[in-house]
């Protein structure tokens, strides 16, 4: 099972900024957080990681809570194509690879 | 910027048929994976593939499906004898070993529909 939480969906007017959270309240210490999006049926899209500092890269942000029990996914500025599917994932150690397990994810909406 | 190609975008095939989906990983890449969503669900992890043998695999990808890397270049999945349950997004996905590169990226996938 997915060892994350998070709203099934969201609505967000164009041009403001998408705040997507998640809950990872079982995270162990060496394990990422991952932030992907799905648009229609197509293949995830990598968005951003971290472990426990915040990060920012050109198409998001991501904060993370001290205790790393929560983090939540920024996208400054939504336009009409950020309109997805956005799956937070806890990427672990397991069985000798390091294979995703998706959760349900947010649908996030944006509006005109 | 490099990525995940696969190929067929769509497959159609009738039941009890074999198919092959084909995927090229990003080309500095050593790990490889399988993914498959069927419609309306989750997408769900089939396997692993690493330095030519299976890492990891679920329990989903039972003995009708096989992986391989046949050349430098192409990783397959292919399934035997497929069942009308096997309709579904097939996401190939490859990375690099070490640090930040660690991330996994997908293939815009492959949909398979069995007749």
């Known amino acids: 099972d997915a060892k994350t939480t998070q709203p099934p969906s969201m609505d967000c007017a164009e041009g403001r900024a998408a705040n997507l959270p998640c809950n990872h309240s079982?995270?162990?210490?060496?394990?990422?957080v991952y932030w992907y999006r799905q648009i229609h049926s197509q293949g995830p899209q990598y968005i951003i990681h971290?472990?426990?500092n915040n990060e920012t890269n050109e198409m998001a942000s991501l904060i993370i809570t001290e205790d790393r029990k929560s983090s939540t996914l920024i996208l400054p500025h939504a336009t009409l194509r950020d309109t997805a599917v956005y799956y937070c994932?806890?990427?672990?150690?397991?069985?000798?690879?390091?294979?995703?397990?998706f959760g349900t994810g947010t649908r996030l909406k944006v509006l005109a | 910027e490099p990525e995940v190609t696969q190929t067929p975008s769509h497959q159609v095939t009738q039941m009890g048929q074999e198919v092959i989906l084909r995927c090229v990983p990003i080309?500095?890449?050593?790990?490889f994976y399988w993914y498959r969503q069927i419609l309306g669900q989750k997408v769900e992890f089939l396997v692993s593939?690493?330095?030519?043998?299976?890492?990891?695999k679920s329990e989903i990808f039972d003995d009708q499906f096989s992986v391989e890397r046949p050349d430098g270049s192409n990783f397959t999945l292919k399934i035997r004898s497929t069942k009308l349950e096997d309709s579904a997004m097939y996401f190939c996905?490859?990375?690099?070993?070490?640090?930040?590169?660690?991330?996994?990226?997908f293939g815009p996938g492959t949909r398979l529909l069995v007749l």
């Open positions: 996905a490859s990375r690099n070993p070490s640090g930040r590169q660690e991330t996994q990226y």
């Open positions: 079982t995270i162990s210490g060496n394990e990422y």
């Open positions: 971290g472990l426990k």
């Open positions: 994932i806890v990427r672990g150690f397991t069985s000798g690879t390091y294979k995703y397990i």
């Open positions: 080309s500095n890449h050593l790990y």
């Open positions: 593939f690493y330095n030519n043998e299976i890492s990891e």
